[in-house]
């Protein structure tokens, strides 16, 4: 029984893609501003600057808070 092998081909090398920065910048302004958001909201988001009264954001990101090394007691 004959076995067969497959042939090498000629391949080009793989380019990377080239990406424009006008369309990287956008989004990464965006992701930028969210996550500053996210990390005001689990780190600071108590006491004189916040936005939502009470401990009701505290107690959302409390295991967040200690994970991040927040002190919150």
């Known amino acids: 029984m004959a076995q067969h092998a497959a042939q090498p081909t000629a391949t080009t090398p793989a380019l990377p ?26 780190g600071a988001e108590q006491g004189a600057t916040s ?3 009470g401990e009701d ?14 002190p919150c007691h």
């Open 57 to 70: 954001v505290h107690e959302w990101v409390h295991d967040a808070r200690h994970l991040l090394g927040f």
């Open 17 to 42: 893609t080239k990406l424009p920065i006008g369309a990287i910048v956008p989004w990464a302004v965006f992701f930028g501003i969210l996550m500053l958001v996210l990390l005001y909201f689990v």
């Open 51 to 53: 936005v939502v009264s």
